[in-house]
C-alpha cells in the first residue's frame, strides 16, 4: 500500500463571507471536540472597516485597518506546514466588523 493523496476537495469546504453590520459574525460555527484549521481567507471591504480575526472571542491578530475598496488574502503557501490560521477545538472562526460597511470574501477550511 502506497500513499493516497488526498484531493483537497476531500478535506477543504469554503464559505463565503458577506457581511454589512458592526457587529461580530460567525463564519464558521463550532463543533464540540473539532478543531477549524483556516487554510486562505480573502476578504474586500468598500468602505473603510476595522476587521479582527477571532477564534471565538480570542483575538487571532490585531486589528485590521482598510481604507475604502482594499483587502487581503492569507493563505497558506507551504503545503498545509504553516496554516493561517488554527482555532481552539470546539471553538468558531468569526470575525468581528467596527463599521456597518460592506465586507466581502470567502473562506478555506477544514474541521477535524
Known amino acids: 500500500m502506497g500513499n493516497r493523496r488526498i484531493s483537497w476537495r476531500d ?17 464558521i460555527a463550532a463543533v464540540t471536540g473539532k478543531t477549524i484549521r483556516v487554510y486562505k481567507i480573502i476578504l474586500f471591504c468598500n468602505e473603510d472597516q476595522q476587521v479582527t480575526l477571532l477564534d471565538g472571542s480570542t483575538k487571532l491578530m490585531g486589528q485590521c ?48
Request: aromatic share 10%; proline share 2%.
Open 11 to 27: 478535506i477543504i469546504q469554503e464559505t463565503a463571507i458577506d457581511l454589512a453590520t458592526a457587529a461580530t459574525h460567525e463564519i
Open 65 to 112: 485597518d482598510f481604507t475604502g475598496n482594499t483587502g487581503f488574502v492569507l493563505e497558506d503557501t507551504s503545503d498545509g506546514l504553516m496554516l493561517p490560521f488554527t482555532c481552539t477545538a470546539s471553538a468558531a472562526f468569526n470575525i468581528t466588523l467596527a463599521q456597518a460597511q460592506q465586507t466581502s470574501g470567502r473562506v478555506w477550511y477544514s474541521q477535524d
